[in-house]
């Protein structure tokens, strides 16, 4: 594809000038059916969440301004503001747990890389990401429960003692909801940190290891920091899952007991769905929105200084 | 590389430690599913006289056939209407760099990460005063919307990429802007059209949250919203509920299996420009 400059330029002139149009008129033809879809089924809705959220509303009577009480709401009802408070616990279990443990996966695969067993670990990892979040749920419900698997093994090793329902038992529900989350990322960031690790020049490697440094001194001042882009990729997209929980929750405890694993997402749905508080449910809605993209924005921008 | 032995050792038990941990509960519900319908089983134990049956059992109370029906309807609505629209405008803002394309290219980026939550309720009423709830397409408009900053984003990294002097010459010989896109862009971005085909069609199977809000019966949601309905109608026949839970997440599997390395690329390169 390379030309010589001057052969270049003197395409460009003419050409330039009839892609005017295409860069007018015409190339907006092209973005209009997709900038209509998107501006009909989000952008639209995310302003009616704003509006939604000044007032009170029950979905089909009047409804009545209320200005910015719901958001104030947001933050006293106890019962919303522990839900941002669970899901904040939950990226404990969403994303520190597969990001470190991806990271420990993925080097030891890396050192094994033509095994027959790394090839089937990275599918076998992985099967987790492809299922549904509603099967995923359904299966670490019945593990979970009082007669499930988890109880059996602990039995088994001398652990009988703290066998429980997992999911019914208030200090230990949403714990036991964050491993169902660990366990469905954890695949991803493995493969993820693994397609970087692949990147990273083998020489560094030979050299730490002629300077005397084991595998623990290697991994943490080779591996790691060349994985900064990558590990910030894992952190934000298991951040957003942790936030935007709602599939596993709503088929393995419904939030429950109590509220001990009510999270944002539900609640929405409960407030605007069963108890008709729409302007609450919108304002709810806004506040998770903002603590999304709150989340995810510096990580992205860390990872594009990294890149500098 | 040196490695001592030891430490190829441990390693080893911790992956296959990992990999005993992930299939645990596919496992646990296979083993389930094969207990007599209405018991209540312990843990891992193999049954005496396994009920194969049930899977045939769940199949027809689940109404499986028009899930599945259901399933690939929604599916064939969301995945080439998305592909198309997000590869036009793909290619007007990354290609042909389109007048206040990176104003709309910054709006679309802004919705790259939004939870649906956050917009499930003006959804719901928008999509009832349309007169379209309880019906595919309540599930299939919103999520073409839904899907489509990524989509956009994706199909804009690829064009961005394209040297202009294809179009150039392209232009040269006469072609004009739709058959520029159509036989030089279209045929070339096939690699990275086929990766989002593949991410689309897997968020939109396993969507869940618009098929239960948004449509009341079980056999005109995806297969995930279906499970749904399924878990509440059969949650005290455990069996009976692992088997349908095994054959509601068997397709993405065999799916996954078959095209295995697309789908791992397709979904890590999703997530690096996501």
């Known amino acids: 594809m390379t030309r010589p400059a001057g052969a270049r330029a003197s395409h460009r002139r003419p050409v330039a000038a009839r892609l005017r149009g295409a860069r007018g008129l015409v190339g907006w033809l092209f973005v209009a059916p997709a900038l209509a879809f998107y501006a009909v089924f989000v952008l639209r809705p995310i302003a009616l969440t704003f509006q939604y959220s000044l007032y009170e509303w029950d979905g089909i009577g009047p409804s009545t301004w209320v200005g910015l009480a719901n ?26 747990i597969p990001v470190l443990l991806g990271l420990a996966i993925a080097a030891t ?12 670990a990275r599918t076998v990892l992985f099967l987790p990401q492809v299922i549904p979040l509603v099967a995923a749920g359904i299966a670490w419900s019945w593990l979970l429960a009082s007669t499930g698997v988890i109880n059996q093994l602990l039995s088994l090793v001398g652990l009988g003692g703290i066998t429980r329902a997992w999911l019914g038992d208030f200090s230990t529900a949403l714990p036991a909801v964050g491993m169902i989350g660990a366990w469905v990322l954890l695949g991803l960031c493995t493969l993820l940190l693994l397609a970087g690790m692949s990147k990273i020049d083998p ?24 994985l900064r882009q990558e590990i910030a990729v894992c952190v934000t997209v298991t951040v957003i899952a942790a936030l935007a929980s709602f599939d596993i929750i709503y088929i393995s405890t419904q939030g429950g007991p109590g509220n001990t694993t009510m999270v944002p997402g539900l609640q929405i749905y409960y407030l605007a769905f069963s108890e008709r508080e729409v302007g609450m449910a919108s304002a709810l ?15 992205q921008w860390f990872t594009k200084e990294g890149e500098r | 590389m040196i490695t001592s032995g030891r430490e190829s050792w441990t390693g080893r038990l911790l992956l296959i430690a990992m990999m005993a941990i992930t299939l645990l509960p596919f496992l646990s519900l296979f083993v389930t599913a094969l207990h007599p319908s209405g018991s209540y089983p312990a843990g891992l134990a193999w049954p005496a006289d396994p009920q194969w049956g049930n899977f045939l059992a769940a199949f027809r109370a689940a109404n499986m056939g028009e899930l599945l029906k259901s399933s690939v309807l929604i599916v064939l609505g969301v995945v080439p209407i998305s592909i198309v629209l997000a590869t036009m405008a793909g290619f007007a803002i990354g290609h042909l760099r389109v007048i206040g394309g990176r104003v709309i290219f910054l709006l679309f980026v802004l919705g790259l990460t939004l939870p649906f939550e956050g917009i499930i309720t003006p959804l719901y009423y928008q999509i009832r005063d349309m007169g379209l709830l309880n019906t595919r397409w309540a599930i299939i408009l919103p999520l073409i919307g839904l899907f489509m900053p990524f989509s956009v984003f994706w199909m804009r990294a690829h064009f961005v990429n394209m040297p202009g002097e294809l179009s150039e010459s392209a232009r040269m010989d ?12 279209v045929p070339l971005a096939m690699p990275a059209i086929s990766s989002l085909g593949i991410l689309l069609f897997l968020w ?13 019966d079980p056999t005109k949601r995806t297969m995930s919203g279906a499970l749904g309905a399924f878990q509440g109608q059969w949650g005290t026949d455990i069996p009976l509920l692992c088997a ?31």
């Open chain 1, 71 to 96: 958001f104030g709401k947001v933050f006293t009802d106890p019962d919303l503001y522990d839900s941002l408070i669970n899901a904040v616990k939950l990226i404990v279990f969403f994303s520190a």
């Open chain 2, 204 to 216: 939109t199977w396993n969507q869940f949250l618009l098929a239960i809000v948004l449509v009341d």
């Open chain 1, 203 to 226: 020489a560094l490697y030979e050299a730490a290891r002629l300077d005397g440094a084991g595998p623990w001194r290697e991994f943490v001042s080779i591996t790691v920091p060349s």
């Open chain 2, 174 to 185: 006469g072609a004009n802007v739709w058959q520029l896109f159509r036989r030089i862009h």
């Open chain 1, 285 to 299: 809605a806004l506040v998770l929105m903002v603590l999304v993209i709150a989340c995810a924005l510096p990580i």
């Open chain 2, 244 to 274: 349908g839970s095994l054959l509601i997440l068997t397709p993405t599997l065999v799916i996954f299996l078959i095209f295995q390395r697309h789908f791992v690329k397709a979904l890590l390169q999703g997530s690096l420009k996501g």
């Open chain 1, 109 to 120: 695969i890396r050192r094994i890389a033509e095994s027959r067993l790394a090839l089937v």
